[in-house]
């Protein structure tokens, strides 16, 4: 299967900034969409923003203009640059992949989270 491994999260002031990245590994043919998610205490989880392999990408609507999505498809890592943060981006933050893995004979499709990082935005 495919692993993905989230870094990045931890404490940071109203209107500061945090960089998430999140690494994906194991015998991956083919990786087509990385996303955000998060969830906050007592609330589902949300998207937060995707990206395709040809760098399309999609924003929530809370996000637009504070946060960007990339990805470094040679590295199969996706990152989220989080600036302007807000109390209410307090939450976990979840990566997830989506795409196609080697098994022993040919391949089959993978949908995998990470494990999450803590976001919080606190004074």
């Known amino acids: 299967q495919v692993q993905l491994v989230e870094s990045g999260g931890g404490l940071v002031q109203p209107g500061g900034s945090l960089r998430l990245s999140c690494a994906a590994s194991g015998r991956i043919f083919r990786i087509n969409t990385m996303g955000w998610y998060r969830q906050a205490p007592g609330k589902q989880r949300e998207l937060v923003a995707t990206i395709t392999s040809v760098g399309s990408t999609n924003y929530a609507d809370f996000v637009k203009g504070r946060f960007t999505i990339s990805r470094d498809n040679a590295k199969n890592t996706v990152y989220l640059q989080m600036n302007s943060l807000k109390a209410e981006d307090t939450a976990v933050y979840y990566c997830?992949?989506?795409?196609?893995?080697?098994?022993?004979?040919?391949?089959?499709?993978?949908?995998?989270w990470g494990q999450g990082t803590q976001v919080t935005v606190s004074s």
């Open positions: 997830n992949a989506d795409g196609r893995y080697y098994v022993l004979v040919g391949t089959r499709d993978f949908d995998s």
